[in-house]
């Protein structure tokens, strides 16, 4: 009888999660819980966490709505605007209540329509955040309309970014859901201890085909969309060259099944019953296991200057099938490779 096979590593941290908030939070948030120790929480809810008194409020939330007893700790995120208060982030983020601010371009994605319109319009801002060393988290996309949108990041890159950190230098960024060539290739020619990207689930095991087989699937439907395969490729090989400039970041992005199965979809795709169990599928399949666990525990809280966990999670190479669906109320919540068998599990 052969053994099974089993690999243990440091309890990971998720640099990139939404978990919605009152019914969606407390039947979702376990399936972060079991998973990952930390969790940075997306602030684009319906009334966004714009101050951080909103953030000590939806802290507590989501502390109350724990069910395994994990010690589970929500990071928060202050939602930028160009009205925001540069007192009030400062006091969020000497006071530990806020651990990074986000840029969401104006209508990018979910809950964005009260985002930046122009970077020069939160300069004061940014200029407070690389005095203080507080991170930059960017949805980085431009939002124009007239900008076709698989070429969004990397128009983005050409016209934000690189100006952006010639103006700023040392404001420590990190690059959220990268898709592209373009966004790896920059965050490896720029071999900053100010720049890193995170990467989810599915644009390393999915491309834009995927969406189109045998019929439309529009639970694959999320911002930025899947990419050609030549980008699929090049966020694989970025994690499986052991650099320490890429680290997990989920995106997992619950909505209801009435709302994504609509005449205008909503964009996200739900990932955490699987997302760990998807990552190390890819990184088996590219031959990188030695990488897997710099990847999910260690790159991002060395980059945000925060301690390694002390916990550990032990995987296993052992069929998991992931759950068809997640009830709220009347409807339901379709996850990531709804019914599909992985062939690792958690221990």
């Known amino acids: 009888m052969s053994c099974l096979k089993k690999i243990k590593i440091i309890k990971p941290d998720d640099w990139h999660v939404h978990l919605r908030d009152e019914k969606i939070l407390k039947k979702i948030l376990r399936y972060t819980e079991m998973f990952y120790q930390r969790a940075i929480i997306m602030p684009n809810l319906n009334q966004p966490i714009i101050d951080y008194k909103k953030a000590i409020f939806y802290k507590h939330r989501i502390i109350n709505a724990t069910q395994l007893n994990t ?17 009030e982030l400062q006091y969020g983020f000497l006071r530990n209540i806020f651990i990074g601010a986000k840029l969401y371009p104006n209508q990018s994605t979910t809950n964005s329509n009260t985002g930046i319109s122009k970077i020069s319009e939160i300069f004061h801002v940014l200029e407070l955040m690389q005095k203080m060393k507080m991170p930059l988290l960017i949805h ?19 016209t934000t970014m690189i100006p952006l950190r010639k103006t700023f230098p040392e404001l420590k960024i990190i690059l959220e859901h990268i898709t592209t060539k373009e966004a790896v290739d920059y965050i490896e020619e720029n071999n900053s201890s100010y720049l890193a990207g ?25 911002l930025p969309i899947l990419k050609r395969k030549v980008h699929q490729n090049a966020l694989r090989k970025a994690i499986s060259n052991g650099s320490t400039r890429f680290f997990l970041g989920s ?17 996200g795709i739900f990932n955490a019953p699987s997302s760990l169990l998807c990552y190390i599928t890819v990184f088996e399949e590219m031959k990188a296991l ?30 998991y099938k992931i759950l068809k669906k997640i009830s709220i109320g009347k409807d339901f919540i379709m996850p990531f490779l709804s019914g599909e068998t992985l062939e690792w599990s958690i221990l």
């Open 251 to 267: 995106d997992s992005a619950p909505h209801l099944y009435k709302h994504k199965i609509n005449i205008f979809g909503c964009a």
């Open 198 to 222: 995170t990467i989810t689930p599915h644009h390393l095991m999915l491309n834009r085909n995927n969406m189109f087989i045998n019929g439309i699937q529009p639970n694959l439907y999320c």
């Open 290 to 319: 030695k990488h897997f666990e710099s990847f999910c525990s260690k790159n991002g809280p060395n980059f945000y200057n925060l301690p390694i966990n002390q916990k550990t999670i032990t995987l296993i190479k052992k069929p």
């Open 71 to 87: 010690k589970f700790e929500p990071l928060m995120i202050c939602y930028l605007t160009k009205e925001t208060c540069l007192k």
């Open 140 to 158: 980085g996309e431009e939002s124009n309309i007239n900008i076709d949108i698989y070429d969004r990041e990397a128009k983005f890159i050409e």
